[in-house]
T-cell receptor, first 115, second 115 residues
Framework: AQSVTQLGSHVSVSEGALVLLRCNYS??????LFWYVQYPNQGLQLLLK??????LVKGINGFEAEFKKSETSFHLTKPSAHMSDAAEYFC?????????????FGSGTRLLVRP | NAGVTQTPKFRVLKTGQSMTLLCAQD?????MYWYRQDPGMGLRLIHY???????AKGEVPDGYNVSRLKKQNFLLGLESAAPSQTSVYFC??????????????FGAGSRLTVL
């Protein structure tokens, strides 16, 4: 079965430091992968998506993720954290569902940014 | 452009009571979804719809019913609420399958507490 695993329920970084949020996937077919961000008391917003084109995907707010098939990973990075990046981040994989598709989400990683 | 609107935003119920959550989207999306979000468990799909008049079960459908009488609306019902249904509920929508990549637009969430 297709799934995603996010390592670390909480990640804390200093402002200006590198952000690295880990996601590993399990899929028997070439996956479509997504990162979503959830700010406090809001719904999820799409950060970026991988759909089998370029392996390095750039998203909004300076985030990017690299698809590594050999490592079955899709880690999210940002060179320099900003206070406004504090949020919960979800990795997701698209799976087949009858005649359609659905997204399976990981359990989420809460990013804390220290001044 | 409102996107996806959920009502109500907050609700407290007693065990055994019934209620309906309303989701409305103004983007002419074909697909609509109901997820629940619980701490440490990410988002789990309750029910979904691939078009007006159609509904299908997701990962955790027990205790919930849905209806999609109009393309823009997707209702989630709890016939007899239980404390295990205390959660934050998110509605999402996406364009049809042919548009690809299943990018979801989420509502802001509805926080339900069952006492």
């Amino acid at each position: 079965a297709q799934s995603v695993t996010q390592l670390g329920s909480h990640v804390s970084v200093s402002e200006g430091a590198l952000v690295l949020l880990r996601c590993n996937y399990s899929s028997s077919v070439p996956p479509y992968l997504f990162w979503y961000v959830q700010y406090p008391n809001q719904g999820l917003q799409l950060l970026l998506k991988y759909t089998s084109a370029a392996t390095l995907v750039k998203g909004i707010n300076g985030f990017e993720a690299e698809f590594k098939k050999s490592e079955t990973s899709f880690h999210l990075t940002k060179p320099s954290a900003h206070m406004s990046d504090a949020a919960e981040y979800f990795c997701a994989v698209r799976v087949r569902m009858d005649s359609s598709y659905k997204l399976i989400f990981g359990s989420g990683t809460r990013l804390l940014v220290r001044p | 452009n409102a996107g996806v609107t959920q009502t109500p935003k907050f609700r407290v119920l007693k065990t055994g009571q019934s209620m309906t959550l309303l989701c409305a989207q103004d983007m002419n999306h074909e697909y609509m979804y109901w997820y629940r979000q619980d701490p440490g468990m990410g988002l789990r799909l309750i029910h979904y719809s691939v078009g007006e008049g159609t509904t299908a079960k997701g990962e955790v459908p027990d205790g919930y019913n849905v209806s999609r009488l109009k393309k823009q609306n997707f209702l989630l019902g709890l016939e007899s609420a239980a404390p295990s249904q205390t959660s934050v509920y998110f509605c999402a929508s996406s364009r049809d399958r042919a548009s690809g990549a299943n990018v979801l637009t989420f509502g802001a969430g509805s926080r339900l507490t069952v006492l």
